[in-house]
């Protein structure tokens, strides 16, 4: 059984930080590509950054050189850390694991940023 298990989210100030993380089991982890998605009300799921299992990574515009996703094999875990934070960036993060062709999804966790 896949479980992703995401945690880190909640409310911070604009220019704040914050660490989401997401602890991968049912899987072998270190053949997955993991990523973070992210979702507001009305609007489609984006991908914010990925990472393969090689390590290159991927991230949307809005996000690059605030956001850094980073994997640990050993932990089976897959962080996002989220620097300069703005409102815009208020929404549901979702962790992603694309495992032998199939996509499984965490529950997500709400991040607000507001003053």
């Known amino acids: 059984q896949v479980q992703l298990v995401e945690s880190g989210g909640g409310l911070v100030q604009p220019g704040g930080s914050l660490r989401l993380s997401c602890a991968a089991s049912g899987i072998i982890f270190s053949i997955s590509t993991m990523g973070w998605y992210r979702q507001t009300p009305g609007k489609e799921r984006d991908l914010v950054a990925s990472?393969?299992?090689?390590?290159?990574?991927t991230y949307l515009d809005s996000v690059k050189g605030r956001f850094t996703i980073s994997r640990d094999s050993a932990e089976n875990t897959v962080y996002l850390q989220m620097n300069s934070l703005k409102p815009e960036d208020t929404a549901v993060y979702y962790c992603?694991?694309?495992?032998?062709?199939?996509?499984?999804w965490g529950q997500g966790t709400q991040v607000t940023v507001s003053s």
């Open positions: 992603n694991a694309e495992y032998l062709g199939i996509g499984f």
């Open positions: 990472i393969v299992p090689g390590g290159s990574t």
